[in-house]
């Protein structure tokens, strides 16, 4: 069994966030100040700190706005490789495995799990290094399957709903201005033509009512 | 294996044209019908928990699981083929209603020429004109043949739309370049968007005909003639790729299935995976299926409908070893011929200076135009036999699949602070306009067993040898180009649509819209199943769906499969219904 790994942020950035901890037990953090412990289901603490700082270059919180860090992109990348997704449960992975062309997408035999633990490796000190450092070693990488896939990852963490870890409190989608799912424009549709319409975002529990568990959250069979 | 109790009639597939085939079946006659579902059963509730666009739109929830099967492609027979290991080019569904679950609902009657493209095109153009290697044939039926059965179809799903020819009078507002229509839509169009606006005025400035996209998501509430009731749709944008979550958006679990659970004599059998069609003597005796707990059984049966996806349509006469495989070197054989996947490549991405609100939506909400449809425009000078639609789609957008879109050369990198502050800038004010081409069929495009892949059950895989042809490039360039007029004339900043890929790519999302391999026609020389869908070889063997289409339309295939399997429901009624419950 996997010794319990836990990843330090600092608690202004997940006011209110819910989380879902190993044992799949809800969560709600609500400390403001000093530093939360999450627990991680997938990465080691040390990886953890890598993703988190690779994420926040590449959605970096600044004079635009928020974050990967305070999204918490890096809890969502560490419970999607933790479930069926990371383990490649919904690819095609028999063999044999053989290079093709550009035209027939990735052919590899590694897993997310796999080609996330290898990337890691490969950013080995990337969490100590300065802001310019860390960018140019992304930009030596950005070729690489592992990069293609932690900035699609990145930019479903800012955006996902919050059962699945990212979009902490809704800030992603407060960001944009994305309303989350609504049950009804019907009223809407064909009013505000020309301007912006913006109502209050809401989550999918806010929504039905009722906590919604993610496909992540499926058991292992 | 465990054979199981009898049934009159086994169909392989629980979504549009299984259910609509089982309904006729149990509603006309006394005959008892089984139908053989792969997936899961579904329900409405689930739908509101659904909408959720990493689950669902990004990772697929809904799709057939494709680590337990998928195809295998290559460009042509002299490449190795690969797997398609992740969902790229199309989606297969799963579960009860199928892909006709998270369907967007786009409902189009295909062209009158469509149906007698072959002679048609000799006519128009000249054979001499036309490629050595086209193999497009007349589908045996014409549009008035289905034109009935159309009806009902619209009917029953209660399309929302605007006729542009009624009995031959053109109707502005409509699509004036369709097949005559008996009647106008059940139900007016869906609401217009801000962009659609746009688009439609441009259009019209052009003098184009631009048409609201006829819909199966309810304008109004409706009900239909079987008495089922749907309430309007809500723009709630999560359509593409999700189950409506009020039964707006017509899907055969809110129109077919509540009619067939009352009746005894249908039942409906989840997590089975039909194997092999059995056979004997040129007549069908059942099908073997492993069921959901993964027991190997035999189902006896008096006549078999193959109603999947035209991938395991085709995948399942082969593996059962009925019919001649078809072979590109000889021309020789029909099952497999005339691949198509409905053409797509022109995409051009307009910019407005205002947000669209752009997350409201639905899958079938958009505006039109059919001038470059079919062949009307063209008169052999332009390089291009065939055309298709040009659209903008307000389908409801996303944030994860939406963010990240700006005027191309914006910005140098796809990630950090730059990059960040470009797509917060435009999100919101980024549309498209689509195309929807007619994809020919040839004779190098074909469907077979793949030598090396196998499916979780050691099953070989369907392999596909598909690419494009000059053809499809020049008709993509072609409608680029009038993209490119109408965004002008739309004063939108724009950015030109790609080349079209001249190699058929599994990576990028095109449609779902994969057809042939196990064609219709007149004679079981040129086709696999008669013009009621019926196997020459097998006559208590039917195949049912968009596998039958000769060719690819530039229409979404959806209701022509349902008119096709109302017509092949009379005929299949008349063949086995004996003991028929009510005439007419």
């Known amino acids: 069994m996997k010794r319990r790994e836990f990843l330090i942020l600092p608690a202004s950035a997940l006011g209110g966030t819910l989380l879902y901890t190993l044992a799949r037990e809800p969560v709600r953090l609500q400390a403001q100040n000093g530093n939360v412990s999450i627990p991680l289901r997938f990465f080691s603490a ?47 992975t028999k063999g044999p495995f053989v290079a093709s062309t550009p035209e027939h997408g990735y052919q590899g035999k590694e897993t997310p799990r796999e080609i996330y633990r ?38 479903e963490g800012m955006f996902c ?61 | 294996v465990k054979t199981l109790k009898p049934v009159n009639v086994v169909i392989v597939g629980g979504g549009w044209t299984g259910l609509a085939m089982a309904n006729e079946v149990t509603g006309r006659t006394s005959l008892s019908v089984l139908v053989l579902e792969r997936g899961a059963p579904r329900s409405i509730a689930e739908y509101a928990e659904g909408m959720d ?7 697929l929830r809904m799709m057939q699981n494709i680590a337990e099967e998928t195809i295998t492609h290559r460009h042509s027979p002299r490449d190795p083929a690969v797997p398609v290991r992740q969902y790229g080019s199309f989606l297969p569904g799963s579960g009860v209603g199928g892909a006709g679950e998270h369907w967007n609902g786009i409902s189009f009657r295909f062209l009158e020429t469509q149906f007698v ?71 007016p169009p869906l609401r217009s968007t801000d962009a659609g606006l746009r688009f439609k005025n441009a259009a019209e400035s052009l003098g184009y005909h631009p048409f609201p996209t006829p819909s ?38 809110n129109t077919l299935l509540p009619l067939l659970v009352s009746r005894k004599t249908f039942a409906i059998r989840t997590g089975c995976w039909v194997r092999r069609v059995v056979h004997k003597g040129g007549h069908a005796t059942g099908v073997q299926y492993v069921d959901a707990n993964g027991q190997e059984v035999f189902q006896p049966a008096d006549a078999v409908v193959l109603a999947t996806f035209t991938l395991n349509n085709v995948r399942l006469l082969a593996l059962s070893k009925i019919g001649t495989p078809y072979s590109p070197a000889t021309g020789r054989g029909t099952l497999g011929k005339n691949l198509t996947h409905q053409a797509g490549g022109a995409s051009t991405r307009i910019f407005f200076d205002h947000s669209l609100n752009a997350f409201m939506g639905s899958g079938s909400l958009g505006m039109m135009m059919a001038d470059f449809d079919g062949d009307h425009a063209f008169t052999g000078s332009e390089g291009v036999l065939r055309g298709g639609m040009i ?52 004779r190098e495009n074909f469907m077979d067993l793949d030598p090396q892949y196998t499916d979780k059950m050691g099953d070989p895989l369907l392999r596909f040898t598909l690419d494009w042809t000059e053809h499809e490039y020049r008709q993509s360039a072609y409608a680029a180009g009038i993209q490119t007029k109408i965004a002008k004339a739309m004063g939108v900043r724009f950015d030109e649509s790609h080349p079209s890929d001249r190699r058929y790519n599994v990576v990028q999302y095109q449609s779902t819209h994969i057809q042939g391999g196990a064609v219709m026609g007149t004679s079981p020389g040129n086709s696999v199943v008669n013009t009621n869908l019926q196997h020459w070889n097998l006559p208590n063997l039917w195949v049912i769906g968009a596998s039958a289409f000769p060719q690819n339309a530039s229409g979404n295939p959806t209701l022509t499969a349902l008119a096709l399997t109302y017509r092949a429901a009379d005929a299949f009624i008349a063949s086995h219904g004996r003991q028929s419950k009510r005439s007419g």
């Open chain 1, 118 to 155: 290898a990337g890691i490796d490969s950013l080995a000190g990337f969490a100590d290094l300065t802001a310019e450092e860390q960018d140019n070693q992304l930009r030596s990488i950005e070729g690489s399957t592992f990069f293609q896939m932690l900035r699609a990852h990145t930019i």
């Open chain 2, 53 to 59: 666009e990493l689950d669902y739109a990004i990772r």
């Open chain 2, 216 to 253: 199966a998501n309810l304008s109004e509430d409706y009900r239909n003639p079987d008495g089922i009731s749907r309430p309007g749709c809500v723009y709630c944008g999560y359509c593409e790729r999700f189950g409506c979550m009020i039964g707006a958006k017509a899907q055969p679990t």
């Open chain 1, 161 to 221: 709903d919050p059962m699945h870890g990212g979009n902490a409190g809704l800030i992603g989608w407060q960001l944009i201005g994305f309303p989350g799912p609504q049950m009804s424009y019907r009223d809407e549709i064909d009013k505000y033509q020309g301007q912006s319409y913006r109502p209050k975002p809401v989550s999918l529990q806010d929504v039905v009512g009722h906590p919604v568990r993610g496909w992540e959250e499926e058991k292992d069979t």
């Open chain 2, 391 to 442: 659209s903008l789609s307000s389908l409801g957008s996303r944030p994860i699949a939406s963010f990240g879109a700006y005027p191309g050369g914006s910005v140098k990198s796809n990630w950090g602070s730059e990059w960040k502050a470009a797509s917060l800038a435009w999100w919101d004010k980024v549309s498209g306009l689509g195309f929807t081409g007619e994809h020919l069929a040839y």
């Open chain 1, 46 to 92: 040390a990886q953890g700190r890598v993703i988190a700082a690779a994420c926040a270059r590449i959605f970096p919180s600044d004079a635009a706005g928020p974050g990967a860090p305070e999204a918490g992109v890096v809890i969502y990348i560490d419970r999607q490789l933790a479930g069926p997704y990371g383990r490649d449960k919904y690819r095609y």
């Open chain 2, 117 to 187: 493209l072959a002679t048609h095109l000799k006519e128009k153009f000249g054979a001499a004109h036309l490629p050595e290697n086209l193999t497009v044939q007349d589908w045996g039926v014409t549009y008035n043949d289905l034109e009935p059965h159309y009806w009902r179809g619209e009917q029953m799903m209660g399309i929302s739309g605007k006729a542009g020819n009624i009995g031959g009078e053109k109707r502005p507002g409509g699509n004036v370049f369709e097949g005559p229509r008996r009647n106008e839509y059940p139900l």
